[in-house]
């Protein structure tokens, strides 16, 4: 009826019908008819009082709104191209049922709020706040200098007069400076926004946001110099780029990505704290029900500084390169240097009358009665090159003549296999056909003392090509592994770039340089160090493989049946281990997160345990895990470190049942490394555990025969199961490094074990594996202390761990974490190096007199 009254005297005052070309102006009557009713104009036959004021900045206004009236505010000022003034709005009213509506008519925008201002939270929670004050966002003039004119509009329905308070001002420091900080207060209902304009020279620059106060919780947004400006809770994430925070917040801006040169910083603070790691509140009664936000300011301060240039990410680039290259120069040095003694070491084999009989003796590694000795603990009086030779390998060595190096052989004859037989194809059942040779196992494996030649009776054919499966089974699980992880973080990034939330990852803020998509390159590129020090690792290996099978080649009787067995799969498995550990790490780095943490600790357990598997191949070749068996066992570390990311986190069904696995998996190994595998995992294993107790404690009380072992296993067992326990009590909420906390600590363990059991034998370290051995202790020791300074973490809220950030270290490129990586590849590197060179003083002694520990 109103729409049809309306169009009835829009008829009438036209003089007769409309024409047809006319008809189509009724949309344009009936939405003036609509704004009549909207106005109270010929609707309910209500006029409202229309009262326009010319207003003044920094003068407060004090009046009442009611249904009937309606107040405007005309307000003008100047504005320079060259020199941009925010302006604020500020109205404070008392807590109504009705609102009043405040709405700012611009040249380029139109903003509106109401008052009470209400805010909802967590589950839909609302928050009234009748003090609300918003800044204008100022689109820039092209004219040199122009006036602008602005309105506020006043208006309610309610009936009774509701009293407000109006004031606009002038925001100083509107524009922030480079280098100077600025310090304000802001609120839910207040929030801040301040403009920045990239100087001439700078490309890259770092916003700052810091407060004394944890709480509240806030969020500090970049976006670009456009209107309207998103500066409330509810829409601060719907452009550009931002981050909740707590004490610290930081975000590099480069001048690429803001066409007009310039940016807002907003800051927001938030209605609740839960996304900073606060408590939650507590659920209203009713849907409707208003819950008292309370006091919810923050004083905040803003600071802009220049980022690093082109030239600082050269030097940073250079100085990576320069450390790690390094150690090839160094490598090459030495092999030269070993090179160099070695020739003299031939040339005194050669020419023996030039050398005195002590000095032949003592290189040849005879005691000085000329007997070489023949119980593993009896050969302590090691020569210089630390050597220990039978009476039959001087003999051999000294009727060598067609030997120019100087290595001693014998022929092929006392070899006892030809060459043409050695060359033919074998597999590890063939050495299994005699009946008895399970008893044989038996004898040879539990005898109280044994040395390597008991546990190095498998053709090296077949060893050889058992231990190729570690380097083989890896790679291919480096490429399966690596591909979806780099595609995931690919994803990641994409998403962080184009959605602009910086809590999705964990960076560094305040020292994190983007280079390209990246937004940490320095973190990625410090990862570098894994893959080169991993490549000369292999070399290095490959070196000697070559040098042995040369050897073999010649019938080296070093090479045959002295030192260790050398089997190099292990470590070609380790140094691909490593250089896969710095891909991934680079990958997890590329978006640190809790979901994505395991990328960056998959390949250190591979590594804890490929270690762990080389020391005990040392002494037991034999006996050995296979590959397929030692990688299952790793795939089930790394299920359970996923689990313990995903369900770890305070559940106690998860921990308990991961706490009984652990020592489950504690004791089997141990009965396995006790009897070196000579025992079966049946249904007779309960009444064979109970017979050892009965004749062994009960009925007799002796001693366990392999004293050593047993001194290791209960070590193992005593750690191990304090770790279990503390899991079990604490429940690390950082499930990953307590898992490869666990890895780590048997490794030292067993390696402590095994240099105590070697000095024990008799056996001396070699003056270069020494080196190694402080060197690392050394780094490792500098590593960890810069990996505990924990300059972010993924346990916490994303602002909680912006609150651990802190500045660049090294070079203004590299952080703390940064050096960790750099010190910790060394540091892995030097330990491959140590488990390559510690037996090298045992590569003339016969395997009958090497003990087996």
């Known amino acids: 009826m109103v729409l049809r009254s309306c169009w009835k005297s829009r008829h009438k005052n036209s003089g007769g019908p409309a024409p047809c070309w006319i008809r189509p102006g009724l949309v344009a009557v009936l939405c003036l008819c609509v704004i009549q009713i909207g106005c109270g104009s010929g609707a309910v036959g209500e006029t409202k009082n229309v009262v326009q004021k010319d207003a003044e900045f920094d003068v407060t206004y004090n009046d009442t709104v009611t249904s009937e009236n309606q107040t405007i505010y005309a307000f003008n000022h100047t504005v320079s191209r060259n020199k941009t003034e925010g302006v604020r709005v500020s109205v404070l009213s008392q807590l109504s049922e009705s609102p009043i509506l405040f709405v700012v008519r611009q040249k380029q925008a139109v903003l509106s709020f109401q008052v009470p201002l209400i805010l909802r939270g967590l589950y839909q929670r609302k928050y009234p706040y009748n003090h609300v004050a918003r800044t204008l966002c100022q689109p820039p003039t092209r004219a040199a200098s122009e006036t602008q004119y602005f309105f506020v509009d006043v208006s309610t329905l309610s009936t009774q007069g509701t009293n407000y308070q109006l004031r606009v001002s002038r925001v100083e420091s509107f524009t922030l400076q480079t280098n100077k900080k600025f310090t304000f207060t802001a609120s839910p209902s207040q929030p801040q926004y301040f403009k920045y304009v990239f100087p001439d020279g700078v490309d890259t620059v770092i916003v700052k946001v810091n407060s004394d106060m944890n709480f509240p919780c806030s969020v500090m947004s970049i976006q670009d110099i456009q209107c309207p400006v998103y500066d409330l809770d509810n829409n601060v994430a719907f452009i550009g780029m931002y981050q909740t925070m707590t004490k610290k917040g930081a975000i590099t801006v480069q001048r690429k990505d803001f066409p007009s040169n310039s940016f807002y910083v907003v800051v927001v603070v938030k209605t609740e704290d839960e996304a900073c790691g606060g408590p939650l509140r507590f659920y209203p009664l009713r849907p409707d029900e208003l819950i008292d936000a309370g006091n919810r300011s923050k004083v905040l301060d803003v600071m802009v500084s220049p980022a690093i240039n082109s030239e600082v990410y050269v030097m940073g680039m250079l100085f990576c390169l320069g450390i790690f290259l390094s150690f090839y120069l160094l490598t090459l040095l030495v092999a030269c240097l070993e090179n160099k003694r070695m020739s003299k070491k031939r040339e005194l084999f050669q020419n023996p009358a030039d050398m005195s009989p002590a000095e032949t003796a003592s290189l040849l590694g005879k005691n000085g009665d000329g007997k070489t000795p023949a119980s593993p603990y009896e050969y302590g009086s090691f020569a210089d090159n630390g050597s220990t030779l039978s009476s039959e390998a001087i003999t051999d060595s000294a009727t060598s003549t067609d030997n120019n190096y100087g290595y001693m052989e014998r022929s092929l004859d006392s070899v006892g296999r030809s060459r043409q037989e050695s060359l033919s194809s074998v597999e590890e059942d063939d050495y299994d056909t005699l009946d008895d040779i399970d008893s044989d196992k038996n004898i040879v494996r539990t005898k109280k003392y044994l040395c390597v030649s008991d546990l190095a009776r498998k053709d090296k054919r077949v060893l050889s090509k058992k231990y190729q499966i570690y380097f083989w089974n890896i790679a291919t699980i480096a490429v399966f592994y690596a591909l979806p992880v780099i595609q995931l973080v690919i994803t990641y990034q994409t998403v962080v770039n184009v959605t602009g939330n910086q809590d999705i990852c964990y960076y560094n803020f305040l020292c994190a340089h983007p280079l390209g998509a990246l937004s940490a390159f320095n973190n990625i590129l410090s990862n570098l160090g894994y893959v080169l020090l991993g490549l000369l690792f292999l070399l290095i290996v490959l070196k000697r493989d070559i040098v042995h099978n040369r050897a073999l080649v010649r019938n080296s009787l070093n090479a045959l049946e002295c030192g260790i067995p ?127 107790v009965y004749t062994d404690c009960i009925r007799q009380c002796s001693g366990p025969m392999y004293i050593d072992r047993m001194v290791l296993l209960v070590m193992g067992n005593i750690v191990n199961w304090s770790l279990a326990a503390y899991g079990l009590i604490e429940r690390p909420n950082d499930f990953a490094s307590y898992l490869l906390a666990i890895a780590i600590c048997n490794l030292l363990l067993y390696f402590a074990f095994y240099i105590i059991m070697k000095l024990r034998s008799g056996e001396r370290i070699q003056c270069l594996a020494l080196v190694y051995i402080l060197f690392t202790a050394v780094v490792w020791g500098f590593a960890l202390y810069f990996f505990f300074q924990g300059l972010s973490t993924w346990q916490k809220t994303p602002a909680e761990s912006r609150e651990h950030n802190r500045d660049c270290i090294l070079l203004s490129f590299f952080d703390d974490h940064d050096i960790w990586h750099f010190l910790s590849s060394i540091a892995m590197f030097g330990s491959f190096l140590v488990l390559l060179t510690m037996d090298d003083d045992l590569d003339t002694v016969q395997r009958d007199k090497i003990y087996v520990f």
């Not at 395991?598 to 296979?626: E, W």
């Not at 706490?659 to 490394?673: D, G």
Request: aromatic share 18%; charged share 10%.
């Open 566 to 692: 050398k089997h190099f799969g292990l470590f070609y498995a380790m140094g691909t281990a490593l250089m896969m550990e710095g891909l991934l790490s680079a990958c997890y780095h590329v978006c640190p997160n809790y979901t994505n943490f395991q990328f960056d600790t998959s390949f250190m357990y591979m590594i804890a345990g490929l270690c762990m598997l080389k020391l005990y191949q040392k002494r037991h070749p034999d006996i050995n895990a296979s590959a397929y068996t030692a990688y299952a066992c790793l795939a089930m570390v790394i299920f359970f470190s996923v689990l313990g990311v995903v369900f770890g986190k305070g559940n106690a069904a998860f921990w308990i049942v991961f706490s009984v696995i652990h020592i489950l998996a504690t004791l089997l190994l141990s009965i396995q490394l006790y009897y070196m595998g000579r025992w079966r995992l049946d249904s007779g294993i309960l009444r064979r555990m109970v017979y050892i």
